[in-house]
T-cell receptor, first 118, second 119 residues
């Protein structure tokens, strides 16, 4: 059973295109995240959602729009892709806030999506 | 804002030897959580070990242990009896306490240390 899954695993596209990355977790968690890992392997939080509500938006360009149709899904849509968007994008989830549980914080990561913009 | 610093971009160790990866962090919070994540070439992020700042006892998971020095804001990872499968990028990460809303903040990562295991 895959706890946090992402599709696609690889995405190659042209500059200016719009693309989406899907994320699903079957852990029953309330909180989900998107991280970006750049070419130097540096990981940085982009967004976090709790119970479908946006909590954190770390100065990410407006071209990036997360969407959470339900607690188990957090998709990332990117408009007008630029060369600098090339990176690995990780989805993660944690039990924080689940059913009153605010003491658990371990994050479970998806396998990552390698986005290449040509 | 919190920062995490890993000063060793790359470390190399002979198989079966012990290696220590360094991590320092800066925070004004008195309670927080620290983590070490492993990222092998498959790029999957794997939690290696975690430490709650309020616990004085250093965390241990099999061959992995930490040396947590709260006053010095240091959190090093020791890998004993290194194995070929330990070769990976290792990331140190910080998290504010969940009860203060830090659970939604995400992790603050260091830049990583590339660990090479020589057979």
């Amino acid at each position: 059973d895959t706890a946090v899954s992402q599709t696609p695993k690889y995405l190659v596209t042209q500059m200016g295109n719009d693309k989406s990355i899907k994320c699903e977790q079957n852990l029953g968690h309330d909180t989900m995240y998107w991280y970006k890992q750049d070419s130097k392997k540096f990981l940085k939080i982009m967004f976090s959602y709790n119970n479908k509500e946006l909590i954190i938006n770390e100065t990410v360009p407006n071209r990036f729009s997360p969407k959470s149709p339900d607690k188990a899904h957090l998709n990332l849509h990117i408009n007008s892709l630029e060369l600098g968007d090339s990176a690995v994008y990780f989805c993660a989830s944690s039990p924080w806030g689940t059913s009153g549980n605010i003491d658990r914080d371990e994050q479970f990561f998806g396998p990552g999506t390698r986005l290449t913009v040509l | 804002a919190q920062t995490v610093t890993q000063s060793q971009p790359e470390m190399s160790v002979q198989e079966a030897e012990t290696v220590t990866l360094s991590c320092t962090y800066d925070t004004s919070e008195s309670d927080y959580y620290l983590f070490w994540y492993k990222q092998p070439p498959s790029r999957q992020m794997i939690l290696v070990i975690r430490q709650e700042a309020y616990k004085q006892q250093n965390a241990t998971e099999n061959r992995f242990s930490v040396n947590f020095q709260k006053a010095a804001k240091s959190f090093s990872l020791k890998i004993s009896d290194s194995q070929l499968g330990d070769a990976a990028m290792y990331f140190c990460a910080y998290r504010s306490p969940p009860y203060s809303g830090g659970g939604a903040d995400g992790l603050t990562f260091g830049k990583g240390t590339h660990l090479i295991i020589q057979p």
